[in-house]
């Protein structure tokens, strides 16, 4: 029998009050007898694209990425199916693919900091390194407190040697959290990596004092050829750094 949109629409609200009840089962019932039932190309695709929803409930990537994909195939330019399959796609490990779908997304709705953060999150391991500083740049726009966001931005302009700007965003993390000794390190590095050996040592002093079991990475960090101190002796090292000034 032929589908349409009003059909659909009833079907998809019933749909959704079975999975705010609790029961996706039920839910996945409705929609699998309105496939079995129904035709209609471009009507079924919200269907398709709920049983996509109620697979990575599931934890059925798989299957949600064949569900997306039909989908798709109707509505190539309809941002929430971009961002499941997106998601499916990350979950059976095919990041291009994942990328491929959120970069669309993002296209169409590029102020969604879901997409936005999930993009950044997929080319964490990518070696575009420049994709990554523009990912991790967008969320921050998007979400100005998000504290990983922050961190992973510095680590993708240290990586770009763009010292000014992993500092800059060193010090956004640090003035959302005082606290976060790794921030603290970090930023000793990349101001030690930059020439500034003192304002490192300043870092890592706040560092220390905040958990003491930075002092190996500080330690490594410093004896660095070229841009680094050596210390012999490193109980004189925690010394310094217990008794910099803040």
């Known amino acids: 029998m032929p589908a349409n949109d009003a059909e659909v629409e009833i079907l998809l609200r019933q749909v959704i009050a079975e999975i705010n009840a609790g029961r996706p089962q039920r839910a996945r019932a409705l ?12 009507a079924l695709a919200p269907i398709h694209q709920m049983m996509a929803v109620l697979d990575m409930q599931a934890g059925q990537a798989q299957q949600a990425r064949e569900h997306i994909a039909i989908s798709l195939a109707q509505r190539p330019d309809h941002p929430p199916s971009l961002k499941i399959a997106g998601d499916a796609a990350r979950a059976v490990g095919d990041l291009h693919d994942a990328r491929r779908h959120y970069e669309r997304a993002q296209a169409l709705q590029p102020d969604r900091a879901d997409i936005a953060l999930a ?30 966001a922050w961190l992973q931005l510095a680590n993708a302009r240290q990586d770009l040697r763009d010292f000014s700007g992993a500092i800059d965003a060193l010090r956004r993390l640090l003035s959302l959290a005082p606290q976060h000794a790794m921030a603290e390190v970090n930023l000793g590095i990349v ?38 101190r050596l210390w012999l002796d490193l109980d004189a090292l925690r010394a310094e750094l217990q008794a910099d000034a803040a």
């Open 31 to 42: 929609c699998a007898h309105a496939l079995a039932e129904l035709t209609g190309g471009a």
């Open 119 to 148: 993009l950044a999150q997929t080319l964490q391991t990518s070696d575009d390194t420049a994709a990554r500083e523009r990912a991790w740049s967008r969320v921050v726009a998007l979400l100005p407190t998000h504290q990983e």
């Open 191 to 228: 101001l030690q990596e930059s020439g500034r050996i003192d304002d490192a040592m300043r870092a890592y002093g706040r560092a220390y004092r905040l958990r003491e079991d930075c002092f190996g990475r500080i330690a490594h960090a410093l004896s660095t050829p070229g841009v680094g």
